[in-house]
């Protein structure tokens, strides 16, 4: 079968530094991207892995290690308006994109 | 503004009935993604198109069927509708696949079926 693990919640106070991650089980594997998603809006994509390693764009950066199936999201200088739910999404050889349940985040004052 | 278009924003039909969701993706963008989102499924990826053929196909039921047109915009249809297909429909859209993966969702159409 094909499944992405991410924790449901995770709470931090503004400031602070929070990584999200997201372990995956997929026939085939192309990519690692990462969402986010206000509730009421749309996702709005915020980065993607093809390589292991990490990439930084901003205060967000995501990493990946294909050999441990694993990637995180990391968020730097947390702001209120940061509190979302974020999904991990795998692109499968089958040129299927597999989403992740989600995590919440909420930022505390 | 991610710059895709859906219409329409809220629907809300009764089992049996059919519907069809319209998206128009942003200028330029080749490829369009349809997804459906429940409270107890997630996202779920449906179909991908690319130019006006279809691309990649994930759990779309036999009942919905979809398409894109000439001039990129795309419909999706769902048909003998179901309590649970009510759920909220995002088409995305990006260049072209491989761009790194970068998709622009639009704001959705929420179906209520009853």
């Known amino acids: 079968g094909q499944s992405l693990e991410q924790p449901s919640e995770v709470t931090a106070v503004e400031g602070a530094i929070v990584q999200i991650n997201c372990t995956y089980q997929?026939?085939?594997?192309?990519?690692l991207s990462w969402y986010q998603q206000h509730d009421g809006g749309a996702p709005t994509f915020l980065s993607y892995?093809?390589?292991?390693g990490l990439e930084e764009t901003g205060r967000f950066s995501s990493f990946l290690s294909r050999s441990d199936s694993y990637g995180y999201l990391l968020l730097q200088e947390l702001q209120m308006k940061d509190s979302a739910s974020y999904f991990c999404?795998?692109?499968?050889?089958?040129?299927?994109?597999?989403f992740g349940p989600g995590t919440r985040l909420s930022v505390l004052p | 503004d991610s710059g895709v278009t859906q219409t329409p924003k809220h629907l809300i039909t009764a089992t049996g009935q059919r519907v069809t969701l319209r998206c128009s993706p942003r200028?330029?963008?080749?490829?369009v993604y349809w997804y459906q989102q429940s409270l107890d499924q997630g996202l779920q990826f449906l179909i991908q198109?690319?130019?006006?053929?279809?691309?990649a196909k994930g759990n779309i039921l036999e009942r919905f069927s979809a398409q894109q047109f000439p001039d990129l915009h795309s419909e999706l249809n769902l048909s003998s509708l179901e309590l649970g297909d009510s759920a909220l429909y995002f088409c995305?859209?990006?260049?072209?696949?491989?761009?790194?993966?970068?998709?622009?969702f639009g704001p959705g159409t929420r179906l209520l079926v009853l």
């Open positions: 198109y690319y130019n006006g053929e279809e691309r």
């Open positions: 997929t026939s085939g594997f192309y990519g």
């Open positions: 200028s330029g963008d080749l490829s």
């Open positions: 999404a795998v692109k499968n050889y089958g040129q299927n994109f597999v």
């Open positions: 995305a859209s990006s260049v072209a696949p491989g761009d790194k993966e970068t998709q622009y």
């Open positions: 892995n093809a390589l292991d």
